[in-house]
């Protein structure tokens, strides 16, 4: 509780990234990122992280690496599959301090429907209050996955013995979230129970 009160938090969208990485052909980096992204976060300090849970959710149709024709085979059923698996999730289980402003958060991460522990570096970039009175809490989750762990296995072998897409993906998160003000809060608990 963050003066006497549980505190609600909504993904700021102008202010968050979520950023991928991988090899091709082993010599080169392809970026990409998700343009749809949502979350729903309670954290009852936002000075301390290990008080918060939430889940991020993405829209695995947003998939953007600047290439139409890639992004496309990206979202078929040799990857992403998106038809039968629109959304990409990780859910916090748990977050645990690794240093000043540096925490590993462990988490449910569900991609094509398959879920997977992950533990993910967080960086604590603090907490502001901007200039029309809103509180502001940010930071940065970093890690790296195997996507054959969620049976995105699909490649093409080179004559050098290398493949295609590494296996190896790098993610970066940078977040920016929103206390949700009581009066929007309560409006949306009354609605709820209507």
Do not use: C
């Not at 979520?18 to 300090?45: I, M, P, Q, W, Y």
């Not at 038809?83 to 449910?108: H, L």
């Not at 603090?126 to 996955?145: A, C, E, M, Y």
């Amino acid at each position: 509780m963050y003066g006497g009160r549980k505190m609600a938090w909504s993904l700021d969208p102008h202010h968050t990234s979520v950023a991928f990485s991988a090899k091709h052909l082993g010599v080169a980096t392809v970026r990409g990122r998700f343009t749809n992204v949502d979350a729903e976060v309670e954290l009852d300090d936002p000075n301390d992280p290990t008080t918060g849970r939430g889940t991020i959710t993405l829209d695995a149709a947003s998939i953007d690496t600047g290439s139409e024709q890639r992004d496309g085979h990206l979202r078929s059923a040799d990857f992403l599959d998106v038809e039968k698996y629109p959304t990409i999730t990780f859910t916090v289980k748990s977050v645990k301090p690794a240093g000043a402003d540096v925490f590993k958060v462990t988490g449910d991460l569900t991609i094509t429907g398959k879920t997977r522990e992950v533990t993910l570096d967080y960086e604590h970039s603090g907490v502001v209050t901007d200039p029309f009175n809103n509180t502001k809490v940010g930071g940065t989750l970093t890690g790296t996955i195997n996507r054959s762990d969620w049976g995105l296995k699909w490649n093409v072998p080179l004559g050098n013995g290398g493949l295609l897409v590494s296996d190896r993906i790098k993610l970066e998160i940078d977040g920016e979230l929103a206390e949700v003000k009581e009066a929007v809060a309560a409006g949306a608990q009354a609605e709820a129970q209507a």
